[in-house]
């Protein structure tokens, strides 16, 4: 297939929907159904009917703004407005009122204005498409350039071509440790091998991270185009998605696509009609944190238990059944098809000196617009926390954000103005990890949250090494009696020490990362503390 | 130890151990090395004849130009790798991680079986391991005496997976296995029956005898006399590699 078959048939489907003057988009995806965007995008179809054509209601991925669900989107072609209108916290009985509505004279009490900072300041990229198209539909994928990227690395780039692109994008694996997207490709391609995998991460565990489940919910085809250009990359025909069991809706979404996607021939022998075949196979997470370790995930996926195993040999090397495997994460295959449509070039010119891009948060905790956004690399935690973000309610103050999850650390106050990339992060404690940001105001002690993030760690240890099976439980069991307010100073200096041994010997990256919230929290919040040790 | 030399295109590197010029097969771990040479470096759930587990990080190591630490059992040698094993930050963290084995489960060697016998008790003593600041968890675990000749003693087990591995990989039975996680895991037998009702378990003891503590012994047995012997073992894992 060349790309001018594939723009024929892109304008084809676009012209299908030519007829629709007026596109009303209801968010589908998981948080806002949770507020009851199904019965909304129910009545609102109810109420449309057929509209003569002229009207269509589709459920769409995520728009961003989760705490103002359910949200629905109308875009009227007839109408001198560039944006769609955008309403917020839609109920059922609203449909009327939304469906009757003429153009420039949208219903005032729902609206949701799109010109504030949560949507200005954002720059989407990896989310496109994500509250545009419908996740389901196919079509919907391809009428707005979707595999295009595919065809053009099958049909007029080599696989060496494909990897100097992703180099010189420089991008950086977007699961946390920011390993350079185009060098673990290029060891994956240069490791012999008759038989080689890709796997794609989604096993997204944080607390408070819900960047992948959105990615997936909205625009799924999107990573099964990047899964289908690594593999072809690297040299692989099999890939597996690794998503954990608690996301049914990106499962079911990510099945519609699989299959949707080899009907249509961009999977299965033979992709786009070329000697290029690629299988994509979901496997289902059983509810471990550990297996979105990359040696534990794929453990998970040969079946055995999930626990990893040390490093090296890597997955490079020896991954899947021992043969060389490429792991990124649902986010890092997102990025690729804007790549090699745009170039690496055009990639590597947005974000900072050695992180380039965009990254998609997902904000949680004590902050006004709870959801997910997508920012270049550079900008500062302030304007995410403050102005995206819109602050923190009910007048409280800000205290510090917990990035990377339980692996992570909390960023205070006097670091706001820090533009966040991979290397900032790390030099005060902290990392990106997936993403996930949760805010806490000054109503939140930090003792308790350390003690949080380490009850997790310690519930979610797989067992195999002592200094994360015994020290994380410890570590847990001195953080609750400081607490309670019955610490002493010498439990205090054992906390540090364990800290220090768990840190450095433990096998994966789940114990060497747990003692980050504790080290983090002594590290701004030391008197919080100390305050609360027996005898002052 | 390595297998001896059947495929000729392994190179033999030299590298340095705490001040030593080594050589050694490309293909061999730092602590095979470090064995050969008589090179002492602690570890629990390492065992020459088993595979690779790299779970008791006792036998971590310190490499020249590396910020982090590297398990000996798991890390194979290269040429010019400069490796220290026995370094004051690597004492106090061997001795750190002991302590947390000792607090973990119930190890009061004065009552068990294999006290005197005990790689747990002897590595403690090696390495200065005289107290234990951490506090003992002190939750009962249960005793499984249902084999008519063995006995499974879960508050002496340290989950090193020796007898888990010896089953599968040199008696071939696959009767022990880890259930749960985190501090809840357990060695269990079968699908968490009693041994003694075990289906899969050939009864040939290896498990007891690879057991460093006195977690897996005879019935029988009292105090300090469970004396274990693991000779068997590198002798029936190269009898298996070289079938």
Not at chain 1, 217 to 236: F, K, N, Q, T
Not at chain 1, 300 to 307: K, M, P, V
Request: charged share 25%; with cysteine.
């Amino acid at each position: 297939m060349h790309l001018e078959d594939l723009a024929e048939k892109a304008a084809e489907y676009r012209a299908e929907e030519a007829a629709v003057r007026r596109e009303v988009r209801v968010c589908v995806a998981a948080s806002c159904q949770s507020s009851g965007s199904l019965p909304v995008l129910e009545a609102l179809t109810n109420a449309c009917g057929d509209g003569g054509g002229s009207c269509r209601v589709k459920g769409v991925g995520c728009m961003g703004l989760c705490s103002a669900g359910p949200l629905v989107a109308v875009a009227d072609k007839d109408c001198g407005l560039a944006d769609s209108v955008l309403y917020r916290d839609v109920t059922p009985a609203d449909a009327p009122d939304i469906l009757g509505s003429v153009c420039g004279a949208p219903v005032e009490r729902l609206r949701c204005p799109t010109d504030q900072p949560f949507f200005a300041r954002q720059q989407k990229i990896v989310l496109e498409n994500s509250g545009i198209i419908d996740p389901d539909s196919f079509k919907g994928y391809v009428a707005v350039g979707g595999y295009a990227a595919l065809v053009q690395a099958l049909s007029e780039m080599t696989p060496a071509d494909v990897l100097r692109e992703v180099t010189a994008s420089g991008l950086r694996g977007r699961g946390g440790g920011g390993y350079p997207t185009g060098l673990k490709w290029s060891t994956v391609a240069k490791t012999p091998g008759v038989q080689k995998y890709v796997i794609c991460n989604a096993d997204e565990g944080d607390p408070g991270a819900f960047m992948d489940r959105a990615v997936l919910e909205s625009d799924p085809h999107r990573v099964l185009e990047g899964m289908a250009i690594a593999a072809y990359a690297i040299g692989a025909n099999k890939a597996y998605v690794y998503v954990r069991a608690e996301y049914p809706l990106a499962v079911e979404r990510l099945q519609t696509a699989i299959r949707k996607a080899k009907r249509a021939g961009f999977l299965g022998s033979k992709v786009a009609d070329t000697q290029f075949s690629f299988e994509v196979e979901i496997r289902l997470g059983a509810g471990a944190f550990v297996c979105g370790e990359e040696t534990a995930l794929m453990a998970s996926i040969e079946g055995l238990r999930g626990q990893p195993r040390p490093r090296p040999p890597y997955p490079a090397e020896s991954g899947l059944w021992g043969c060389p495997t490429l792991i990124n994460n649902v986010e890092s295959f997102a990025n690729i098809a804007p790549i090699i449509r745009n170039g690496g070039d055009w990639f590597a010119g947005i974000g900072t000196e050695k992180s380039k891009g965009t990254k998609v948060f997902a904000l949680a905790g004590k902050i006004q617009n709870t959801g997910l956004i997508e920012v270049p690399m550079g900008t500062s935690l302030r304007d995410i926390i403050e102005i995206i973000g819109g602050g923190i309610p009910d007048g409280k103050a800000f205290k510090a954000v917990q990035t990377g999850g339980p692996s992570g650390g909390c960023i205070p106050e006097q670091h706001l103005d820090i533009a966040v990339d991979y290397d900032s992060l790390k030099t005060l404690g902290t990392m990106m990890g997936s993403g996930g940001m949760i805010v806490i105001d000054e109503t939140s002690c930090m003792v308790d949250v350390a003690r949080y993030f380490m009850e997790f760690c310690m519930t979610e240890s797989c067992g195999k090494c002592i200094p994360c099976r015994a020290g994380t439980q410890q570590m847990h069991g001195l953080l609750d009696k400081i607490a309670r307010g019955q610490g002493t100073h010498a439990d205090l200096a054992l906390l540090e020490e364990l800290c220090e041994v768990v840190q450095a010997t433990s096998l994966c990256g789940l114990g060497q990362t747990a003692p980050n919230p504790v080290l983090s929290t002594l590290r701004y919040f030391r008197d919080e503390y100390e305050e609360k040790l027996a005898g002052g | 130890m390595a297998q001896p030399a059947t495929t000729p295109n392994v190179r033999v590197v030299t590298l340095r151990i705490d001040d030593r010029d080594l050589s050694a097969r490309e293909d061999e771990t730092i602590i095979e090395v470090c064995r050969e040479n008589r090179i002492p470096i602690p570890s629990l759930c390492n065992l020459d004849g088993l595979s690779v587990w790299g779970g008791c990080r006792l036998c971590v190591v310190e490499l020249e130009g590396q910020s982090r630490l590297y398990a000996a059992c798991s890390t194979r040698v290269a040429e010019g790798m400069r490796i220290q094993t026995n370094t004051e930050k690597l004492q106090r963290y061997r001795r750190t991680i002991i302590e947390l084995l000792f607090a973990e489960r119930n190890h009061v060697c004065s009552v068990c079986v294999s006290n005197g016998h005990c790689e747990l008790q002897w590595l403690a003593q090696k390495c200065g391991v005289d107290h234990v600041r951490i506090p003992y968890r002190q939750v009962a675990y249960p005793v499984d005496s249902s084999h008519e000749m063995f006995r499974l003693d879960h508050n002496r087990c340290i989950l090193c997976t020796r007898c888990v591995r010896v089953c599968d990989e040199i008696e071939g039975a696959h009767t022990w296995d880890v259930m749960s996680r985190g501090s809840d895991c357990r060695i269990i037998s079968d699908l968490a029956r009693p041994w003694g009702e075990s289906d899969t378990c050939t009864s040939c003891g290896k498990c007891v005898q690879v057991c460093p503590t006195g977690a897996l012994v005879k019935q029988g047995t009292s105090v300090g006399e469970m004396v274990k012997d693991q000779h068997f073992l590198p002798i029936l894992a190269r009898r298996r590699h070289l079938s």
